[in-house]
Protein backbone atom coordinates (compact mmCIF):
# COMPACT_ATOMS: atom_id res chain seq x y z
CA UNK A 1 0.00 0.00 0.00
CA UNK A 2 2.95 2.53 0.46
CA UNK A 3 4.73 1.99 -2.74
CA UNK A 4 1.05 3.69 -4.07
CA UNK A 5 1.77 6.73 -2.68
CA UNK A 6 4.45 7.16 -4.76
CA UNK A 7 3.94 9.13 -8.02
CA UNK A 8 5.25 7.45 -11.20
CA UNK A 9 7.52 10.77 -11.71
CA UNK A 10 8.58 11.23 -8.10
CA UNK A 11 10.78 7.78 -8.55
CA UNK A 12 12.88 7.24 -11.24
CA UNK A 13 11.71 4.35 -13.17
CA UNK A 14 13.95 3.45 -16.13
CA UNK A 15 11.52 2.29 -18.82
CA UNK A 16 14.27 1.81 -21.35
CA UNK A 17 17.03 0.77 -19.31
CA UNK A 18 18.98 3.88 -19.44
CA UNK A 19 18.19 6.18 -16.35
CA UNK A 20 19.98 4.46 -12.83
CA UNK A 21 17.72 4.88 -9.64
CA UNK A 22 20.74 4.56 -7.42
CA UNK A 23 22.78 7.10 -9.77
CA UNK A 24 22.71 10.91 -9.20
CA UNK A 25 24.64 13.85 -11.84
CA UNK A 26 26.04 16.88 -9.56
CA UNK A 27 27.08 19.64 -12.12
CA UNK A 28 28.42 22.94 -12.24
CA UNK A 29 30.99 22.28 -9.67
CA UNK A 30 33.85 24.14 -8.41
CA UNK A 31 36.93 22.81 -10.28
CA UNK A 32 38.55 22.24 -6.55
CA UNK A 33 35.77 20.07 -5.15
CA UNK A 34 37.44 16.43 -5.21
CA UNK A 35 35.82 12.94 -4.31
CA UNK A 36 36.53 13.29 -0.88
CA UNK A 37 34.51 16.09 -0.17
CA UNK A 38 31.49 15.00 -2.27
CA UNK A 39 31.52 11.95 -0.15
CA UNK A 40 31.47 13.45 2.78
CA UNK A 41 28.58 16.09 1.94
CA UNK A 42 26.28 13.15 0.63
CA UNK A 43 27.01 10.20 3.22
CA UNK A 44 24.92 12.44 6.10
CA UNK A 45 21.92 11.74 3.47
CA UNK A 46 21.90 8.31 2.99
CA UNK A 47 25.12 5.44 2.28
CA UNK A 48 26.76 6.25 -0.82
CA UNK A 49 28.50 3.44 -2.47
CA UNK A 50 31.29 5.45 -5.05
CA UNK A 51 31.90 9.07 -5.89
CA UNK A 52 33.68 9.89 -9.41
CA UNK A 53 34.62 13.41 -10.16
CA UNK A 54 35.30 13.59 -14.16
CA UNK A 55 38.43 14.97 -15.19
CA UNK A 56 40.12 15.91 -18.48
CA UNK A 57 42.19 12.66 -19.43
CA UNK A 58 45.26 14.69 -20.39
CA UNK A 59 45.61 17.35 -17.73
CA UNK A 60 43.32 15.69 -14.83
CA UNK A 61 41.75 18.97 -14.20
CA UNK A 62 37.74 18.25 -13.09
CA UNK A 63 35.83 18.91 -15.69
CA UNK A 64 33.10 20.78 -13.20
CA UNK A 65 30.89 17.50 -12.36
CA UNK A 66 30.74 13.95 -10.92
CA UNK A 67 28.41 11.19 -9.95
CA UNK A 68 27.06 10.47 -6.65
CA UNK A 69 26.09 6.57 -6.51
CA UNK A 70 23.95 5.05 -3.45
CA UNK A 71 23.12 2.11 -2.29
CA UNK A 72 19.40 2.23 -2.07
CA UNK A 73 16.93 4.10 -4.20
CA UNK A 74 15.29 6.43 -1.20
CA UNK A 75 18.83 8.06 -0.45
CA UNK A 76 19.27 8.75 -3.82
CA UNK A 77 15.54 10.34 -3.99
CA UNK A 78 16.75 11.96 -0.44
CA UNK A 79 20.04 13.38 -1.60
CA UNK A 80 18.27 14.90 -4.71
CA UNK A 81 15.76 16.98 -2.78
CA UNK A 82 17.61 17.85 0.12
CA UNK A 83 21.51 18.91 -1.74
CA UNK A 84 19.68 20.23 -5.08
CA UNK A 85 20.80 23.69 -5.47
CA UNK A 86 22.98 24.05 -2.52
CA UNK A 87 26.58 25.59 -2.49
CA UNK A 88 29.44 23.72 -2.51
CA UNK A 89 33.04 25.28 -2.15
CA UNK A 90 31.14 28.66 -3.34
CA UNK A 91 29.30 27.30 -6.24
CA UNK A 92 26.09 26.21 -6.27
CA UNK A 93 25.63 22.74 -7.74
CA UNK A 94 22.71 21.03 -9.99
CA UNK A 95 21.63 17.69 -9.63
CA UNK A 96 19.76 15.49 -11.62
CA UNK A 97 19.10 11.58 -12.23
CA UNK A 98 22.11 10.63 -13.91
CA UNK A 99 20.82 9.22 -17.36
CA UNK A 100 23.07 6.98 -19.86
CA UNK A 101 21.37 7.72 -22.86
CA UNK A 102 21.22 11.35 -23.77
CA UNK A 103 18.82 10.97 -26.84
CA UNK A 104 16.29 12.51 -24.58
CA UNK A 105 18.74 15.74 -23.98
CA UNK A 106 19.65 16.16 -27.46
CA UNK A 107 16.23 16.03 -29.22
CA UNK A 108 14.74 18.86 -26.87
CA UNK A 109 11.08 17.54 -26.40
CA UNK A 110 10.43 19.09 -23.24
CA UNK A 111 12.57 21.65 -22.61
CA UNK A 112 11.42 25.13 -22.26
CA UNK A 113 13.35 28.48 -22.95
CA UNK A 114 12.98 31.33 -20.22
CA UNK A 115 14.52 34.78 -21.61
CA UNK A 116 14.30 38.47 -20.04
CA UNK A 117 14.91 36.86 -16.22
CA UNK A 118 15.73 39.59 -13.73
CA UNK A 119 18.85 39.55 -12.33
CA UNK A 120 18.36 37.65 -9.02
CA UNK A 121 16.75 35.12 -9.78
CA UNK A 122 18.83 31.97 -9.46
CA UNK A 123 18.57 28.04 -10.37
CA UNK A 124 16.61 27.47 -7.43
CA UNK A 125 13.70 30.34 -7.71
CA UNK A 126 13.16 29.10 -11.31
CA UNK A 127 13.03 25.40 -10.07
CA UNK A 128 10.57 26.32 -7.68
CA UNK A 129 8.51 28.17 -10.13
CA UNK A 130 7.92 25.80 -12.85
CA UNK A 131 8.29 22.41 -10.73
CA UNK A 132 3.93 22.56 -10.26
CA UNK A 133 4.10 22.02 -13.77
CA UNK A 134 5.33 18.29 -13.18
CA UNK A 135 8.81 16.65 -13.38
CA UNK A 136 11.45 18.38 -14.15
CA UNK A 137 14.96 16.74 -15.38
CA UNK A 138 17.18 19.88 -15.40
CA UNK A 139 16.87 23.46 -14.44
CA UNK A 140 19.59 26.30 -15.31
CA UNK A 141 20.09 29.92 -14.95
CA UNK A 142 22.95 30.72 -17.24
CA UNK A 143 26.11 32.80 -15.77
CA UNK A 144 29.05 34.51 -16.82
CA UNK A 145 32.56 33.56 -15.27
CA UNK A 146 31.84 35.68 -12.59
CA UNK A 147 28.28 33.77 -11.78
CA UNK A 148 26.08 37.08 -12.68
CA UNK A 149 22.75 35.74 -14.95
CA UNK A 150 22.83 36.46 -18.09
CA UNK A 151 19.06 36.87 -17.76
CA UNK A 152 17.69 33.69 -19.44
CA UNK A 153 17.61 30.09 -18.68
CA UNK A 154 16.21 26.64 -19.32
CA UNK A 155 14.05 24.03 -17.95
CA UNK A 156 13.72 20.89 -19.27
CA UNK A 157 10.55 18.91 -17.99
CA UNK A 158 10.23 14.42 -18.00
CA UNK A 159 7.25 15.03 -20.50
CA UNK A 160 6.57 17.15 -23.30
CA UNK A 161 2.59 17.85 -22.08
CA UNK A 162 4.23 18.91 -19.18
CA UNK A 163 6.32 21.70 -21.07
CA UNK A 164 3.79 22.44 -23.57
CA UNK A 165 1.35 23.77 -20.17
CA UNK A 166 4.19 25.89 -18.65
CA UNK A 167 4.66 27.51 -21.87
CA UNK A 168 0.69 28.60 -21.66
CA UNK A 169 0.71 29.85 -18.74
CA UNK A 170 3.98 31.26 -18.06
CA UNK A 171 4.60 33.33 -21.18
CA UNK A 172 4.20 37.23 -20.51
CA UNK A 173 3.82 36.26 -16.99
CA UNK A 174 6.07 38.54 -14.62
CA UNK A 175 8.47 36.24 -12.12
CA UNK A 176 10.27 38.79 -9.65
CA UNK A 177 10.38 42.06 -10.95
CA UNK A 178 10.20 41.25 -15.16
CA UNK A 179 7.70 40.25 -17.67
CA UNK A 180 9.44 36.97 -19.13
CA UNK A 181 8.97 34.89 -22.60
CA UNK A 182 8.71 31.47 -22.16
CA UNK A 183 8.79 29.44 -25.32
CA UNK A 184 10.02 25.85 -26.95
CA UNK A 185 13.85 25.33 -26.44
CA UNK A 186 15.08 25.49 -30.26
CA UNK A 187 19.03 24.59 -31.07
CA UNK A 188 21.10 27.00 -33.44
CA UNK A 189 20.40 24.65 -35.91
CA UNK A 190 16.39 24.88 -35.64
CA UNK A 191 17.08 28.74 -35.14
CA UNK A 192 18.55 29.02 -38.54
CA UNK A 193 21.63 31.09 -37.59
CA UNK A 194 24.70 30.30 -38.72
CA UNK A 195 27.88 30.09 -36.26
CA UNK A 196 29.10 33.46 -35.82
CA UNK A 197 25.93 35.29 -37.03
CA UNK A 198 25.07 38.71 -35.17
CA UNK A 199 22.96 41.66 -35.68
CA UNK A 200 24.08 44.07 -33.22
CA UNK A 201 26.73 46.35 -34.43
CA UNK A 202 29.64 47.99 -32.69
CA UNK A 203 30.11 51.42 -33.85
CA UNK A 204 33.48 53.71 -32.33
CA UNK A 205 35.20 56.91 -33.55
CA UNK A 206 32.18 58.26 -33.79
CA UNK A 207 32.43 62.57 -33.38
CA UNK A 208 31.26 64.31 -30.16
CA UNK A 209 28.12 66.66 -32.10
CA UNK A 210 26.89 63.05 -33.83
CA UNK A 211 23.49 63.04 -33.79
CA UNK A 212 21.21 59.49 -34.25
CA UNK A 213 19.32 60.57 -36.77
CA UNK A 214 22.39 60.80 -38.87
CA UNK A 215 24.12 57.77 -37.66
CA UNK A 216 20.17 55.53 -38.84
CA UNK A 217 20.63 57.21 -41.75
CA UNK A 218 23.83 56.11 -42.23
CA UNK A 219 22.97 52.37 -41.74
CA UNK A 220 19.53 52.62 -43.13
CA UNK A 221 21.49 52.09 -46.76
CA UNK A 222 22.04 48.53 -45.89
CA UNK A 223 18.76 47.38 -44.08
CA UNK A 224 16.15 48.38 -41.27
CA UNK A 225 17.34 49.53 -37.84
CA UNK A 226 15.31 48.27 -35.03
CA UNK A 227 17.29 50.07 -32.42
CA UNK A 228 20.53 52.12 -31.92
CA UNK A 229 22.47 53.18 -28.53
CA UNK A 230 24.78 55.62 -28.18
CA UNK A 231 27.00 55.16 -24.94
CA UNK A 232 27.25 58.25 -21.91
CA UNK A 233 29.14 58.85 -18.71
CA UNK A 234 27.57 61.84 -16.60
CA UNK A 235 25.76 62.92 -19.27
CA UNK A 236 28.75 63.40 -22.03
CA UNK A 237 29.22 61.39 -25.02
CA UNK A 238 31.70 58.70 -24.85
CA UNK A 239 32.51 57.87 -28.60
CA UNK A 240 31.38 55.01 -29.64
CA UNK A 241 27.07 52.98 -29.49
CA UNK A 242 25.52 50.37 -30.74
CA UNK A 243 23.28 49.60 -33.72
CA UNK A 244 20.81 46.58 -34.15
CA UNK A 245 19.68 45.67 -37.38
CA UNK A 246 16.66 43.74 -38.10
CA UNK A 247 18.86 40.85 -39.70
CA UNK A 248 21.79 39.16 -40.00
CA UNK A 249 22.58 39.81 -43.88
CA UNK A 250 21.94 43.39 -43.08
CA UNK A 251 23.87 43.96 -40.19
CA UNK A 252 26.81 42.30 -42.09
CA UNK A 253 26.25 44.57 -45.17
CA UNK A 254 26.41 47.83 -42.99
CA UNK A 255 30.00 46.43 -41.66
CA UNK A 256 31.52 45.72 -44.75
CA UNK A 257 30.18 48.97 -46.13
CA UNK A 258 30.75 51.35 -43.34
CA UNK A 259 34.26 50.05 -41.75
CA UNK A 260 36.82 52.49 -42.22
CA UNK A 261 34.73 54.60 -43.60
CA UNK A 262 34.94 58.66 -43.55
CA UNK A 263 32.40 60.24 -41.38
CA UNK A 264 31.86 63.72 -40.28
CA UNK A 265 36.13 64.01 -40.37
CA UNK A 266 36.68 61.00 -38.64
CA UNK A 267 37.00 57.30 -39.72
CA UNK A 268 34.84 54.67 -38.50
CA UNK A 269 35.32 51.32 -36.83
CA UNK A 270 32.10 49.17 -37.21
CA UNK A 271 31.88 45.67 -36.18
CA UNK A 272 30.27 42.85 -34.49
CA UNK A 273 29.06 43.42 -31.25
CA UNK A 274 30.75 41.23 -28.34
CA UNK A 275 30.69 40.47 -24.41
CA UNK A 276 33.90 41.15 -22.54
CA UNK A 277 34.54 37.66 -22.82
CA UNK A 278 34.01 36.96 -26.29
CA UNK A 279 36.70 40.09 -27.06
CA UNK A 280 39.59 38.79 -24.31
CA UNK A 281 39.10 35.21 -26.35
CA UNK A 282 39.16 36.72 -29.92
CA UNK A 283 42.47 39.22 -28.77
CA UNK A 284 44.03 35.72 -27.48
CA UNK A 285 43.51 34.00 -30.44
CA UNK A 286 44.78 36.73 -32.67
CA UNK A 287 47.87 37.02 -30.14
CA UNK A 288 48.27 33.38 -30.19
CA UNK A 289 48.27 33.61 -34.15
CA UNK A 290 50.83 35.90 -34.58
CA UNK A 291 53.33 34.33 -31.87
CA UNK A 292 53.04 31.17 -33.77
CA UNK A 293 53.17 33.00 -37.19
CA UNK A 294 56.44 34.54 -35.63
CA UNK A 295 58.03 31.54 -34.21
CA UNK A 296 57.57 29.62 -37.31
CA UNK A 297 59.20 32.46 -39.37
CA UNK A 298 62.01 32.71 -37.06
CA UNK A 299 62.76 29.10 -36.68
CA UNK A 300 65.86 27.79 -36.62
CA UNK A 301 67.19 31.95 -36.79
CA UNK A 302 66.65 32.17 -32.65
CA UNK A 303 69.10 31.44 -30.47
CA UNK A 304 68.96 31.23 -26.53
CA UNK A 305 71.82 32.59 -24.74
CA UNK A 306 72.43 32.13 -20.59
CA UNK A 307 75.23 32.78 -18.40
CA UNK A 308 75.66 36.22 -19.27
CA UNK A 309 77.27 38.69 -16.91
CA UNK A 310 75.15 41.39 -15.09
CA UNK A 311 77.11 44.29 -17.28
CA UNK A 312 75.81 42.45 -20.82
CA UNK A 313 73.10 44.75 -22.58
CA UNK A 314 71.53 44.65 -25.53
CA UNK A 315 74.17 46.16 -27.81
CA UNK A 316 76.66 44.43 -26.13
CA UNK A 317 74.74 41.18 -27.53
CA UNK A 318 74.70 41.93 -30.29
CA UNK A 319 78.32 42.86 -30.55
CA UNK A 320 79.10 39.06 -29.58
CA UNK A 321 77.34 37.51 -32.03
CA UNK A 322 78.19 40.16 -34.85
CA UNK A 323 80.57 38.20 -36.90
CA UNK A 324 78.92 35.08 -37.49
CA UNK A 325 76.04 36.50 -39.71
CA UNK A 326 73.43 39.45 -40.43
CA UNK A 327 71.22 40.07 -36.62
CA UNK A 328 67.65 40.94 -36.73
CA UNK A 329 67.30 41.60 -33.25
CA UNK A 330 69.27 40.83 -29.96
CA UNK A 331 67.36 41.45 -26.42
CA UNK A 332 68.90 40.84 -23.07
CA UNK A 333 65.88 40.10 -20.78
CA UNK A 334 65.78 42.39 -17.67
CA UNK A 335 63.96 42.64 -13.95
CA UNK A 336 63.76 46.48 -14.21
CA UNK A 337 67.42 47.32 -14.56
CA UNK A 338 68.52 44.09 -13.22
CA UNK A 339 70.15 41.80 -16.18
CA UNK A 340 68.51 38.36 -15.80
CA UNK A 341 71.51 36.87 -16.95
CA UNK A 342 70.09 35.26 -20.63
CA UNK A 343 68.58 36.66 -23.63
CA UNK A 344 67.92 36.05 -27.47
CA UNK A 345 69.79 36.49 -30.35
CA UNK A 346 68.07 36.31 -33.96
CA UNK A 347 69.40 35.90 -37.26
CA UNK A 348 68.52 36.21 -40.42
CA UNK A 349 68.71 32.67 -41.67
CA UNK A 350 69.14 29.42 -39.87
CA UNK A 351 72.78 28.34 -41.32
CA UNK A 352 74.09 31.59 -39.56
CA UNK A 353 72.34 31.00 -36.62
CA UNK A 354 74.08 27.66 -36.57
CA UNK A 355 77.33 28.99 -37.27
CA UNK A 356 77.30 31.17 -34.22
CA UNK A 357 76.06 28.34 -31.87
CA UNK A 358 78.73 25.94 -32.85
CA UNK A 359 81.24 28.75 -32.56
CA UNK A 360 79.90 30.87 -28.91
CA UNK A 361 78.68 27.46 -26.90
CA UNK A 362 80.92 27.37 -24.50
CA UNK A 363 83.30 29.87 -24.62
CA UNK A 364 84.49 31.73 -21.70
CA UNK A 365 83.15 35.61 -21.83
CA UNK A 366 84.35 38.10 -18.69
CA UNK A 367 85.11 34.91 -17.62
CA UNK A 368 81.96 32.71 -17.50
CA UNK A 369 81.33 30.19 -19.93
CA UNK A 370 78.20 30.74 -22.23
CA UNK A 371 75.26 28.38 -22.88
CA UNK A 372 74.00 28.91 -26.70
CA UNK A 373 71.18 26.79 -27.43
CA UNK A 374 67.99 27.11 -30.01
CA UNK A 375 65.06 29.04 -28.57
CA UNK A 376 62.17 26.92 -27.86
CA UNK A 377 58.72 28.10 -26.82
CA UNK A 378 58.06 27.68 -23.18
CA UNK A 379 55.40 25.03 -23.75
CA UNK A 380 57.64 22.89 -25.55
CA UNK A 381 60.56 23.12 -23.41
CA UNK A 382 58.48 22.76 -20.11
CA UNK A 383 57.11 19.45 -22.35
CA UNK A 384 60.76 17.69 -23.07
CA UNK A 385 61.71 18.66 -19.39
CA UNK A 386 58.49 16.99 -17.90
CA UNK A 387 58.91 13.86 -20.39
CA UNK A 388 62.79 13.66 -19.56
CA UNK A 389 62.13 13.73 -15.77
CA UNK A 390 59.01 11.24 -15.91
CA UNK A 391 61.51 8.55 -17.69
CA UNK A 392 63.69 9.23 -14.87
CA UNK A 393 61.36 9.19 -11.92
CA UNK A 394 59.80 5.61 -13.23
CA UNK A 395 63.07 4.24 -13.91
CA UNK A 396 63.82 4.64 -10.13
CA UNK A 397 60.80 4.16 -9.16
CA UNK A 398 60.97 0.68 -10.58
CA UNK A 399 64.13 0.13 -9.11
CA UNK A 400 65.77 0.86 -12.40
CA UNK A 401 69.91 2.02 -12.74
CA UNK A 402 70.60 5.38 -11.82
CA UNK A 403 73.93 7.28 -11.09
CA UNK A 404 74.49 9.44 -7.73
CA UNK A 405 77.04 11.44 -6.99
CA UNK A 406 79.48 9.86 -4.14
CA UNK A 407 79.19 12.05 -1.51
CA UNK A 408 75.08 10.60 -1.28
CA UNK A 409 77.10 7.25 -1.31
CA UNK A 410 79.05 7.94 1.85
CA UNK A 411 82.28 7.44 0.58
CA UNK A 412 84.72 9.64 -0.95
CA UNK A 413 85.27 9.71 -4.94
CA UNK A 414 83.73 6.36 -4.86
CA UNK A 415 80.49 5.09 -7.07
CA UNK A 416 78.96 2.15 -5.01
CA UNK A 417 76.23 0.25 -6.45
CA UNK A 418 73.40 0.51 -4.42
CA UNK A 419 72.84 -2.93 -2.75
CA UNK A 420 76.16 -2.46 -1.43
CA UNK A 421 76.17 1.12 0.47
CA UNK A 422 74.52 1.87 3.69
CA UNK A 423 71.39 3.69 2.96
CA UNK A 424 70.69 7.19 4.08
CA UNK A 425 67.86 8.59 3.22
CA UNK A 426 64.53 6.93 2.63
CA UNK A 427 62.95 5.36 -0.05
CA UNK A 428 62.31 2.09 -1.55
CA UNK A 429 64.92 -0.36 -1.77
CA UNK A 430 67.10 0.31 -5.44
CA UNK A 431 67.71 -2.72 -8.01
CA UNK A 432 71.04 -3.84 -8.45
CA UNK A 433 73.15 -1.43 -11.33
CA UNK A 434 74.72 -4.84 -12.71
CA UNK A 435 73.78 -8.15 -13.34
CA UNK A 436 76.39 -11.21 -13.14
CA UNK A 437 78.90 -9.52 -12.08
CA UNK A 438 78.94 -6.42 -9.73
CA UNK A 439 81.71 -4.45 -8.61
CA UNK A 440 83.12 -4.06 -5.21
CA UNK A 441 84.92 -0.76 -4.69
CA UNK A 442 87.88 -0.23 -1.84
CA UNK A 443 90.67 2.33 -1.05
CA UNK A 444 93.26 2.96 1.52
CA UNK A 445 91.80 3.72 4.72
CA UNK A 446 88.31 3.40 3.83
CA UNK A 447 86.54 -0.20 3.43
CA UNK A 448 82.62 -0.89 2.96
CA UNK A 449 80.43 -1.99 5.97
CA UNK A 450 79.77 -5.58 5.79
CA UNK A 451 82.59 -8.46 5.41
CA UNK A 452 85.53 -9.06 2.69
CA UNK A 453 88.34 -10.66 2.31
CA UNK A 454 91.97 -9.21 3.21
CA UNK A 455 95.36 -9.91 1.46
CA UNK A 456 96.15 -13.72 1.99
CA UNK A 457 92.80 -15.20 2.06
CA UNK A 458 91.90 -14.19 5.75
CA UNK A 459 88.74 -13.45 6.76
CA UNK A 460 88.30 -9.83 8.07
CA UNK A 461 85.69 -7.06 8.77
CA UNK A 462 85.52 -4.58 6.63
CA UNK A 463 86.03 -1.39 8.92
CA UNK A 464 88.87 -0.14 6.52
CA UNK A 465 91.06 -2.70 5.71
CA UNK A 466 89.09 -5.41 4.07
CA UNK A 467 90.40 -4.67 0.37
CA UNK A 468 93.71 -5.01 -0.83
CA UNK A 469 96.17 -2.85 -0.54
CA UNK A 470 97.73 -2.70 -4.05
CA UNK A 471 97.32 -0.71 -6.81
CA UNK A 472 95.00 -1.84 -9.75
CA UNK A 473 92.61 -4.60 -10.24
CA UNK A 474 92.27 -8.00 -8.54
CA UNK A 475 89.99 -11.10 -9.40
CA UNK A 476 89.12 -14.13 -8.22
CA UNK A 477 90.19 -17.21 -10.30
CA UNK A 478 87.54 -18.03 -12.27
CA UNK A 479 86.79 -17.34 -16.24
CA UNK A 480 84.04 -14.89 -15.60
CA UNK A 481 86.36 -12.10 -14.17
CA UNK A 482 88.20 -12.25 -17.61
CA UNK A 483 84.42 -11.68 -18.92
CA UNK A 484 84.45 -8.56 -16.70
CA UNK A 485 87.52 -7.44 -17.80
CA UNK A 486 86.46 -7.27 -21.33
CA UNK A 487 83.21 -5.20 -20.08
CA UNK A 488 85.80 -2.83 -18.58
CA UNK A 489 87.53 -2.50 -21.87
CA UNK A 490 85.21 -2.27 -24.01
CA UNK A 491 83.28 -0.09 -21.70
CA UNK A 492 80.31 -2.30 -20.41
CA UNK A 493 81.29 -0.84 -16.87
CA UNK A 494 79.34 2.96 -16.40
CA UNK A 495 82.20 5.37 -17.29
CA UNK A 496 81.50 7.49 -13.62
CA UNK A 497 81.59 4.08 -11.86
CA UNK A 498 85.18 3.71 -13.69
CA UNK A 499 86.01 7.21 -12.86
CA UNK A 500 85.56 7.46 -9.31
CA UNK A 501 88.14 4.72 -8.43
CA UNK A 502 90.61 7.58 -6.81
CA UNK A 503 90.44 8.62 -3.77
CA UNK A 504 91.70 11.64 -1.78
CA UNK A 505 94.56 9.63 -0.14
CA UNK A 506 95.88 8.15 -3.79
CA UNK A 507 94.44 5.60 -5.90
CA UNK A 508 91.40 2.79 -5.35
CA UNK A 509 90.96 -0.47 -6.20
CA UNK A 510 88.15 -2.69 -7.87
CA UNK A 511 87.57 -6.62 -7.31
CA UNK A 512 85.27 -8.06 -9.75
CA UNK A 513 83.24 -11.24 -7.50
CA UNK A 514 81.06 -12.75 -9.61
CA UNK A 515 79.30 -16.68 -9.16
CA UNK A 516 81.54 -19.09 -9.13
CA UNK A 517 81.88 -22.49 -11.86
CA UNK A 518 84.00 -24.86 -11.98
CA UNK A 519 85.50 -24.51 -16.12
CA UNK A 520 86.73 -21.03 -15.92
CA UNK A 521 90.17 -20.37 -15.69
CA UNK A 522 92.30 -17.25 -14.11
CA UNK A 523 92.49 -14.45 -16.25
CA UNK A 524 96.11 -13.34 -17.45
CA UNK A 525 95.73 -9.52 -17.30
CA UNK A 526 95.59 -7.21 -14.83
CA UNK A 527 94.38 -3.61 -15.42
CA UNK A 528 95.54 -0.46 -13.59
CA UNK A 529 93.90 2.99 -14.17
CA UNK A 530 95.52 6.16 -13.28
CA UNK A 531 94.48 8.36 -10.94
CA UNK A 532 93.32 12.16 -11.95
CA UNK A 533 93.40 14.61 -10.11
CA UNK A 534 90.03 16.42 -8.75
CA UNK A 535 89.32 19.95 -6.97
CA UNK A 536 88.90 19.23 -3.20
CA UNK A 537 85.72 19.37 -1.92
CA UNK A 538 86.45 22.01 0.15
CA UNK A 539 88.10 24.14 -2.73
CA UNK A 540 85.59 26.39 -5.04
CA UNK A 541 84.94 24.93 -7.98
CA UNK A 542 86.48 26.82 -11.20
CA UNK A 543 85.29 26.58 -14.94
CA UNK A 544 88.98 25.97 -16.04
CA UNK A 545 89.78 23.27 -13.18
CA UNK A 546 86.04 21.81 -14.72
CA UNK A 547 86.98 22.24 -18.23
CA UNK A 548 90.53 19.62 -17.73
CA UNK A 549 88.58 16.90 -16.49
CA UNK A 550 86.90 14.15 -18.47
CA UNK A 551 83.44 14.98 -19.14
CA UNK A 552 82.61 11.98 -16.51
CA UNK A 553 84.63 13.05 -13.78
CA UNK A 554 83.02 16.33 -14.14
CA UNK A 555 79.44 14.93 -13.70
CA UNK A 556 80.48 13.33 -10.60
CA UNK A 557 82.32 16.39 -8.92
CA UNK A 558 79.14 18.60 -9.93
CA UNK A 559 77.34 16.44 -7.92
CA UNK A 560 79.18 16.18 -5.22
CA UNK A 561 78.78 19.74 -4.77
CA UNK A 562 75.00 19.90 -5.69
CA UNK A 563 73.46 17.62 -3.64
CA UNK A 564 74.83 19.54 -0.18
CA UNK A 565 72.58 22.11 -1.74
CA UNK A 566 69.39 20.28 -2.94
CA UNK A 567 69.75 18.39 0.57
CA UNK A 568 69.41 22.35 2.33
CA UNK A 569 65.92 22.33 1.06
CA UNK A 570 64.12 18.45 0.65
CA UNK A 571 66.49 16.46 2.37
CA UNK A 572 64.13 13.75 2.07
CA UNK A 573 63.63 13.63 -2.00
CA UNK A 574 67.59 15.08 -2.50
CA UNK A 575 68.90 12.00 -3.96
CA UNK A 576 65.93 11.40 -6.50
CA UNK A 577 66.00 15.43 -7.15
CA UNK A 578 70.11 15.27 -7.92
CA UNK A 579 69.98 12.36 -9.62
CA UNK A 580 66.88 14.03 -12.35
CA UNK A 581 69.16 17.30 -12.61
CA UNK A 582 73.13 15.91 -13.11
CA UNK A 583 71.34 14.67 -16.48
CA UNK A 584 71.60 18.33 -17.27
CA UNK A 585 74.16 20.01 -19.26
CA UNK A 586 77.44 21.11 -16.66
CA UNK A 587 77.01 24.42 -18.01
CA UNK A 588 73.47 25.07 -16.64
CA UNK A 589 74.42 22.89 -13.36
CA UNK A 590 77.35 25.36 -12.76
CA UNK A 591 74.98 28.01 -13.13
CA UNK A 592 72.36 26.42 -10.60
CA UNK A 593 75.74 26.44 -7.81
CA UNK A 594 75.85 29.86 -8.12
CA UNK A 595 72.15 30.96 -8.29
CA UNK A 596 70.14 29.81 -5.38
CA UNK A 597 66.62 31.33 -7.36
CA UNK A 598 67.29 29.14 -10.14
CA UNK A 599 68.15 25.90 -8.09
CA UNK A 600 64.86 27.06 -6.14
CA UNK A 601 62.75 26.41 -9.28
CA UNK A 602 64.55 23.56 -10.58
CA UNK A 603 64.09 21.76 -7.59
CA UNK A 604 60.32 22.68 -7.49
CA UNK A 605 59.98 21.19 -11.30
CA UNK A 606 61.61 18.04 -9.95
CA UNK A 607 59.42 17.98 -7.24
CA UNK A 608 56.66 18.35 -9.43
CA UNK A 609 57.57 15.84 -11.43
CA UNK A 610 58.15 13.35 -9.10
CA UNK A 611 54.59 13.69 -7.62
CA UNK A 612 52.91 13.28 -11.16
CA UNK A 613 55.11 9.29 -11.27
CA UNK A 614 54.00 8.69 -8.02
CA UNK A 615 50.21 9.11 -8.95
Not at 94 to 123: E, T, Y
Not at 162 to 180: H, P, Y
Not at 248 to 267: I, Q, R
Not at 442 to 464: D, I, W
Amino acid sequence: MASAAVTPSAQPIDRRGNQNPLSLYVGDLNLDVTEPHLYEIFSVVGQVSSVRVCRDSQTRHSLGYAYVNFHRPEDAKSALEQKNFTPIAGRQCRIMWSNRNPSLRRSGKGNIFIKNLSKNIDNRTLYETFRQFGEIMSCKVAADAKGESLGYGFVHFEKEKDALRAIDECNSMQIGDTVVQVQPFKSKKDRGTKPGAFTNCYVKHLPEDVDQKEIVAAFSEFGKVTSIHLAQKDGKFRGFGFVNMESTEAAEAAVKGLNDKEFKGKKLYVGPAMKKEQRVRMLRMRYEKQKMELAKKSDGCNLYVKNLTDDVRDPDLKNMFAKYGSIISGKVMMDGDKSRNFGFVCFSTPEEAAKALTAMHRRTINGKPLYVALAERRETRMAKMEAKYARKAQMFAQGGPMMFPAQMMGGSHFMYPPQMMHRRWPGPPTAPMMRGPYMMLASQGRGMAGRGRGRGGRKGKGSGRGGAAGQGFKYTANARNQRGAQMLQQGSVAPAMAAGLTTQGGQGQMMMAPQMTKTQAPPAAIMQVPPQPAPQAGQSLSHSELARLPEEKQTEIIGERLYPLIESHEPENAPKITGMLLEMDNTELLHLMESPKALREKINEALIVLREAQE
